[in-house]
C-alpha cells in the first residue's frame, strides 16, 4: 500500500513505557460518542494531523470504522497504539468478545486491551482478567489494563491475578483528579490514563483564572493548557473531537511548558467534581 502523503512521518509526541515494556504514545485519540458512520473520517482526520493512538471500545459501536481509517492509511503498524475495551455483558466471554473486537478492527493484535467498568454487583471482573491474561499471554493484545477501577477493585484484582494491569483508565481533570486511585496506580506501577480530561464541558473549567490566566501567559487557548497538565503530570490522555481544527489544536501542546506553579495551581482545582457514572453504580 502506498502511503498517504497527508500523513507526517514523525510526531512530536512523548511516550511512557508501561510496566511490561510497552511503549505507549502520551496523548492519543480518542473516540467516545463518534458516530459510526462519521468514524473512518474523523480518526483519518486525526492521524493526518499526527496523532498515532487511538482509543476506542466494543461499546462505542465504532470499531469497524477505526480499523478501516488504520487500514487506509498507510501507517506501518509498529507506529499505531491502538486500544479496545471489553464490555460489561462480556465479561464471562472475554475471549470471544476480544475475537469479535479483532476481526472489526481488522487487525492480528491490539496494543492495549481493557476491561471497561469493574461491574461490582456482577463480581466478574477477576474472571475477565485472567481471561486477558490469556489473550496478552497469546501475544494478541501486547498489554492489558482496566477502566474506572477504584481501589478496592483494584485490590480484589491484585489479590487474586498475576497480571498487574499496564493501565486504570478513569474520569480525570482538574476537578475530579483520583488522588486515592492514583497514588495507589503509583505504588503499584500501574499508568493513568485521562478519560474525560477536559471536564466534558459540563463545568467552567476553560474560565477559571489557574487556567485561562495559563493560557494568557504562554499564547495559548485554555484547552491546550490542561491538556499541558495532564501531560506534564504524567497522565495519558486523549481528548476527542469531530473537527480536523479542533484536533489540530489539542495536538498543538509540544512546544510550551507550564511552571511548577502553574500546574500545582491547576491541581488546586480538584473538588471530587466528577461529572459522570460512579465506578460502583455502572453494572
Known amino acids: 500500500m502506498v502511503a498517504n502523503a497527508n500523513i507526517p512521518t514523525l510526531t512530536l509526541n512523548t ?73 460489561n455483558d462480556r465479561q464471562t466471554d472475554a475471549q470471544a468478545a476480544f475475537d469479535e473486537s ?86 503499584h506501577g500501574i499508568h493513568i490514563e485521562a478519560w474525560g480530561p477536559l471536564g466534558q464541558g459540563k463545568y467552567p473549567l476553560f474560565e477559571a483564572p489557574e487556567v485561562a490566566g495559563a493560557a494568557e501567559v504562554h499564547g495559548k487557548t485554555p484547552a491546550q493548557v490542561v491538556i499541558r497538565w495532564h501531560l506534564q503530570t504524567g497522565n495519558i490522555v486523549f481528548p476527542k473531537s469531530n473537527r480536523r481544527e479542533r484536533m489540530a489544536e489539542n495536538f498543538d501542546v509540544f512546544d510550551f511548558e507550564l511552571t511548577a506553579d502553574e500546574v500545582a495551581a491547576i491541581t488546586s482545582m480538584e473538588r471530587e467534581g466528577r461529572v459522570s457514572a460512579h465506578p460502583n453504580e455502572v453494572n
Open 102 to 187: 479483532l476481526a472489526k478492527l481488522g487487525l492480528d493484535y491490539v496494543d492495549l486491551y481493557l476491561i471497561h467498568w469493574p461491574t461490582p454487583e456482577k463480581n466478574t471482573f477477576v474472571e475477565a482478567w485472567k481471561s486477558l491474561e490469556k489473550i496478552a499471554a497469546s501475544g494478541r493484545a501486547k498489554a492489558i489494563g482496566v477502566s474506572n477501577f477504584l481501589v478496592p477493585h483494584l485490590e480484589q484484582l491484585l489479590a487474586n491475578t498475576d497480571v498487574v494491569p499496564a493501565v486504570n483508565q478513569i474520569e480525570l481533570h482538574p476537578a475530579h483528579q483520583q488522588p486515592e486511585v492514583t497514588a495507589f496506580a503509583r505504588e
Open 15 to 87: 511516550t511512557l513505557t508501561l510496566n511490561n515494556g510497552t511503549t505507549i504514545p502520551q496523548l492519543g485519540f480518542g473516540v467516545f460518542k463518534v458516530d459510526p458512520a462519521e468514524t473512518t473520517r474523523i480518526v483519518t482526520d486525526a492521524l493526518e494531523v499526527g496523532y498515532r493512538h487511538i482509543d476506542t471500545a466494543a461499546i462505542y459501536g465504532n470499531e469497524e470504522g477505526v480499523g478501516q481509517a488504520l487500514a487506509g492509511a498507510g501507517i506501518p503498524r509498529e507506529e499505531l497504539f491502538v486500544t479496545t475495551k471489553l464490555w
